[in-house]
């Protein structure tokens, strides 16, 4: 159920995004979050066809109260953290927030992190061991948040050489996914890359974590909730997103949120993403909001 909290105010919320740089990796965003006033209410986290490495710089002194607080499945975390492609629910809160925030599309994410990450939602310093702390020590210590973006672009590079790669075909398959935003069918893809359906499936669940289905689920799902959030009307989403009907984008909307559409499409967790993630987000109706 949607929380009676009243949502944060992202006027107290300063946004960095860093330059366009040919250096940085392939599938993989950045952006810097910085909370200046307190705020106690938490936010629900909505699926991405992304996996979200969130590191977290508010405190780093035992005992300091600052920095983010996750709610998932019952059970609280704090501190940097690995959202898998479909988290659960999850709810994110924090006082005096200072966070860096680094989206990976699976291909991006399997090379940097492999394939198993300990669940939907791990503490970086269990996918990353003691690299986390030695990452986090590095970005707190940077001038600026430029600075910030260089460190850690540098060292997802330096990670990145040390892990094998994605089999071609999957990154393909992955490709054509988010292009077609997930309306090719996954028989049509496995022909593409000369597999069978069964060879695709299997290759692309044990290296990116998910299988083909429902990563074009999410994949849709991602764009149908952007064109709620910015206005569009519920019926003409599902068929611009490829739902069979109204009732279609209802059920998935659930799925994924549990949430309604009209709920969804005022999640603060997607209200930022304009800013954020410029390019990312479809442009508002014309009359909406």
Known sequence: ????TPPPDWSAVDIAVPPPSPGLLPGVTMAGFRQQVPEAAGI????????????DLSGGRAGDDRGIVYDA??????????VGLLPGELRAAGRGVDCLQIRLDPVAAAALLGPERGGPVAALEAV??????????????????????????DWLERRRADRPRVDPEVAHVWRRTLGSRGRARVEALADEVGWSRQLLWARFRA???VTPKRAARLVRFDHAVHLLAVGREAAGVAAE????DQSHLHREVRTFTGLTPTAVAAAPWLAVDATAWPGSVPAPARGSR
């Open 241 to 244: 997103s490829g739902f069979a």
């Open 44 to 55: 629900t986290m909505v699926a991405h066809p992304a996996v979200t490495v969130l590191v």
């Open 128 to 153: 990353w061991g003691r690299d986390a702390g030695r990452l986090e020590d590095r970005l707190r210590a940077a001038g600026c948040w430029e600075e910030r973006f260089a460190v850690a672009a």
């Open 73 to 82: 499945h019952g059970r609280r975390t704090c501190g940097s953290v690995v």
């Open 1 to 4: 159920m949607p929380s009676s």
């Open 207 to 209: 290296q990116l974590g």
